[in-house]
């Protein structure tokens, strides 16, 4: 089963800022918190993963709490084309790796 | 961010018949692949683990026997749907990583069984 609570659903206007949050209340000390996002009929696209700072690139921005108990993805300048599933995952980096998928939350980004 | 492809994107198969997908990273060498299966409105299922020269680690209910998974190079893993039937209708996708890097994925295969 998925580590992750996320909402089905969220809707954004074109051109705010996309906040999808993820609850992650048993992650473990070795777990890093991963997005991807997945756009109708294609494979996931790798955003951003952290362990515990906040980390940024060109996709997105992502806060983890202080007790890494949960995090936010955060898309600041929305656009049509970032509608799409976006999944949150815990796993540990090394190893295996096995990626639990989830429901995720489906984003739609209004005009 | 690092590249994998897959082929064929879309197969229409009869069912009984074998069809191979392959799932190839193209600028890096693809020290573990995964396997994953995604039925319509579902979230995506990891079918089997990889790693190149290993045998496969298939998932609790993942038939070993139907879902043949072959990884014998750095760059490429095949996985062999045996005898499908209508039921193995989904669409498969590959994701690859190096070392302890991120997982990438493939862009899917949609096969249909008739």
């Known amino acids: 089963d998925a580590k992750t609570t996320q909402p089905p659903s969220m809707d954004c206007a074109e051109g705010r800022a996309a906040n999808l949050p993820c609850n992650h209340s048993?992650?473990?000390?070795?777990?890093?918190v991963y997005w991807y996002r997945q756009i109708h009929s294609q494979g996931p696209q790798y955003i951003i993963h952290g362990l515990k700072n906040n980390e940024t690139n060109e996709m997105a921005s992502l806060i983890i709490t202080e007790d890494r108990k949960s995090s936010t993805l955060i898309l600041p300048h929305a656009t049509l084309r970032d509608t799409a599933v976006y999944y949150c995952?815990?796993?540990?980096?090394?190893?295996?790796?096995?990626?639990?998928f989830g429901q995720g939350t489906r984003l739609t980004i209004n005009p | 961010g690092a590249v994998v492809s897959q082929h064929p994107s879309r197969v229409i198969c009869k069912s009984g018949t074998s069809v191979k997908i392959e799932c190839r990273s193209l600028d890096f060498q693809a020290t573990t692949m995964f396997w994953y299966r995604q039925f319509p409105k579902q979230s995506l299922m990891l079918m089997a683990t990889s790693n190149e020269g290993s045998k496969a680690t298939y998932e609790q209910g993942v038939e070993k026997d139907k879902f043949l998974i072959n990884h014998a190079s750095l760059t490429l893993s095949t996985l062999t749907v045996t005898s499908a039937h209508p039921e193995d209708s989904s669409f498969y996708i590959c994701s690859a990583k190096e070392g302890g890097y991120e997982q990438y994925f493939g862009p899917g295969t949609r096969l249909t069984v008739t």
């Open positions: 995952i815990v796993s540990a980096r090394q190893g295996a790796q096995k990626l639990v």
């Open positions: 048993t992650i473990s000390g070795n777990e890093y």
